[in-house]
């Protein structure tokens, strides 16, 4: 079997998971687990239609770290509940979901599946950084476009985007971004940068929207390259120049934003698929009424 490794976006996905399945089942005490069934359906298809060798659940220890938002208060603002000082702050997660998330840590921790996260970032960070270091193909799977940006088709690192739902998944590579946006993905990030992200609280240049963005970056190469030909004259309309170049204190700090971290210290973590503790498995499954979607996750994993 020819290696391959999956990164699970685990927060983008049990998100997904709890609005989409119908919150009908569930255990014994009248807990809702439909997110838990949700995931584990997730990831029985993704292992049976993908085949990976290798598999982590990339973890949000932070969701919204410090230092982003000190770069950019409006990060994520809107999906802050409630602010705390010493950080991080909580996010909007409803209480049926929230009383599910340990039961999650759970389930993947007796299919052997490792939860790997880092201190002040994102999963977005962890899926970088081990996505960079990768010595195999990579699978992200995720709903975030945010994660186009590590794209390679050289070394084999495509998108399995959840956006459309689990019954259309979509194989992204650099000709899909392309065709997507007019960008190749390895310039994804700067433009974001350019043309702004509500649902991450990223403003973007005001007047510069996707067309203008590609355009301007199928040109110059890069938003350091496009900004150096705002300096000079050379960039663009006089239009846009004036746009880029009065958002140039949101431009010195929006890069760091949102390219993710490649470069992390983790901790050790084995992500080779398998084997399951069966036995612990279907305790778990009978004490919480994970039934089918249980028996399916152990169906699609090694033992």
Known sequence: MTDRIMLLDTASLYFRAFYGVPDKVKAADGSSVNAVRGLLDMIAKLVTTYGPTRLVACWDDDWRPAWRVDLLPSYKAHRVVEAVAAGPD????????????????????????????????????????????????????????????????????????????????????????????GVHAAQYADFAVLRGDPSDGLPGVAGIGEKSAASLLAAHGSLDAIRAAVADGTAGTPAQRAKIAAAGAYLDVAPTVVRVARDLTLAPFDDALGPVDDAAATALAERWNLGSSMSRALAALPH
Do not use: C
Not at 143 to 156: A, H, P
């Open 90 to 181: 909580v996010e909007e997660v409803p209480d049926p979901l929230e009383a599910q998330i340990p039961l999650i840590r759970e389930a993947l921790a007796v299919l052997g599946i490792p939860v790997v996260g880092a201190a002040a970032h994102e999963a977005d960070d962890v899926i970088g950084t081990l996505a960079t270091r990768a010595d195999a193909p990579v699978d992200i799977v995720t709903g975030d476009r945010d994660l186009f940006q590590l794209v390679d088709d050289d070394r084999g690192i495509r998108i399995i985007y959840t956006a459309r739902g689990m019954s259309n998944l979509e194989i992204v590579d650099d000709a899909t971004v392309m065709g997507k946006y």
